[in-house]
């Protein structure tokens, strides 16, 4: 039980690794992220009231909710690698699920306080599923969007990178992380031999060949930070044009998805005006 966050108020206890004694925070905003976490629910109004005012939520700029953290931080980054105002997503709130079972619930829930919701997925099955689930309770076609890039579509938002682009954050995450255990640089011929519906797929394919060689399973996380931080720090030269071209289709395509949006909103409060009358 937390009476409140003052300063004095709240201790943090942490094991001091190299020491082995324990160290506690007075100033509890330094400790360690991991245990700082929880404590960033009380600290943080905006994350719990600000989703419960409704009339925030009718004044908001549009949400779209996530499968992953790694289509956060792609979208977010993405959005400052291209510098096109026309297609940023800066008035544009992200929300990451916790897995694909939240998806439908935290998109309802925005979508209930009044928030202009939209729910961006992959082209697997469990995310068909979820798209059903959600029509089922009342969102529109509109609000559902799917990878996709020309009308063909997509199983991630890593097939918006080209092969090449994409096995070369692979290559640099996993040379020195499985250079005991006889990694060696993957190729496109290595992932389109593979005959799978994506290159996540593929790459999945690959790890599960070398589950005794201790490769373990294949993060896309950890290539999507890489990624990102590339991409944050101005050393995303790897990333071609044909890669920044299809990222361009997919801002394009939520920005379409919002317009189709409001416009059938719009149309919708017109005929109730009509019929009250």
Same mark, same amino acid.
């Not at 998109?107 to 729910?119: A, C, L, P």
């Not at 999945?204 to 373990?216: A, R, T």
């Not at 720090?233 to 394009?252: M, N, P, Q, V, W």
């Not at 395509?253 to 189709?260: C, V």
């Given at each position: 039980m937390i009476f409140d966050y003052a300063p004095g108020n709240l201790l943090v206890v942490e094991l001091d690794k190299k020491k082995h004694l324990s160290r506690i925070y007075y100033d509890y905003w330094n400790a360690d992220d991991l245990t700082l976490t929880p404590i960033l629910y009380g600290l943080s109004r905006g994350l719990v009231e600000s989703i419960l005012d409704r009339e925030i939520g009718y004044n908001s700029r549009p949400v779209i909710v996530v499968e992953t953290?790694?289509?956060?931080?792609?979208?977010?980054?993405?959005?400052?690698?291209?510098e096109?105002?026309?297609?940023?997503?800066?008035?544009?709130?992200?929300?990451?699920?916790?897995?694909?079972?939240?998806?439908?619930p935290l998109s309802?829930?925005?979508?209930?306080?009044?928030?202009?919701?939209?729910?961006?997925l992959d082209n697997t099955d #469990?995310? =068909?599923?979820?798209?059903? &689930?959600? $029509?089922?309770?009342?969102?529109?076609?509109t609000q559902t969007?799917?990878? #996709?890039? =020309?009308?063909?579509?997509? &199983?991630? $938002?890593?097939d918006y990178m080209i092969i090449e682009d994409y096995l070369y954050a692979?290559?640099?995450t996993y040379a020195i992380k499985l250079r005991k255990e006889g990694f060696v640089n993957l190729t496109e011929q290595d992932i389109l031999s593979r005959n799978k519906n994506g290159i996540i797929e593929s790459l999945h394919s690959i790890w599960d060949e070398h589950k005794e060689d201790g490769?373990?399973?294949?993060?896309?996380e950890e290539v999507a930070r890489y990624i990102c931080e590339k991409i944050a720090i101005g050393e995303a030269d790897f990333l071609s044009d044909k890669t920044k071209d299809?990222?361009?289709?997919?801002?394009?395509?939520?920005?379409?998805?919002?317009?189709?949006?409001?416009?059938l909103v719009a149309s919708q409060n017109s005929d109730k005006k009509k019929m009250s009358v």
């Amino acid at each position: 039980m937390i009476f409140d966050y003052a300063p004095g108020n709240l201790l943090v206890v942490e094991l001091d690794k190299k020491k082995h004694l324990s160290r506690i925070y007075y100033d509890y905003w330094n400790a360690d992220d991991l245990t700082l976490t929880p404590i960033l629910y009380g600290l943080s109004r905006g994350l719990v009231e600000s989703i419960l005012d409704r009339e925030i939520g009718y004044n908001s700029r549009p949400v779209i909710v996530v499968e992953t953290i790694s289509d956060t931080m792609y979208l977010n980054a993405f959005d400052k690698f291209l510098e096109d105002p026309n297609i940023s997503m800066n008035p544009l709130n992200i929300v990451a699920a916790y897995n694909k079972n939240s998806v439908m619930p935290l998109s309802i829930f925005y979508r209930n306080h009044g928030y202009n919701t939209f729910v961006l997925l992959d082209n697997t099955d #469990e995310s =068909k599923e979820i798209s059903a &689930q959600l $029509i089922a309770n009342e969102f529109s076609k509109t609000q559902t969007i799917f990878f #996709e890039e =020309k009308t063909k579509a997509l &199983q991630s $938002i890593e097939d918006y990178m080209i092969i090449e682009d994409y096995l070369y954050a692979v290559n640099q995450t996993y040379a020195i992380k499985l250079r005991k255990e006889g990694f060696v640089n993957l190729t496109e011929q290595d992932i389109l031999s593979r005959n799978k519906n994506g290159i996540i797929e593929s790459l999945h394919s690959i790890w599960d060949e070398h589950k005794e060689d201790g490769w373990e399973e294949f993060d896309s996380e950890e290539v999507a930070r890489y990624i990102c931080e590339k991409i944050a720090i101005g050393e995303a030269d790897f990333l071609s044009d044909k890669t920044k071209d299809k990222f361009r289709s997919l801002y394009r395509l939520i920005a379409e998805r919002i317009r189709q949006q409001q416009n059938l909103v719009a149309s919708q409060n017109s005929d109730k005006k009509k019929m009250s009358v």
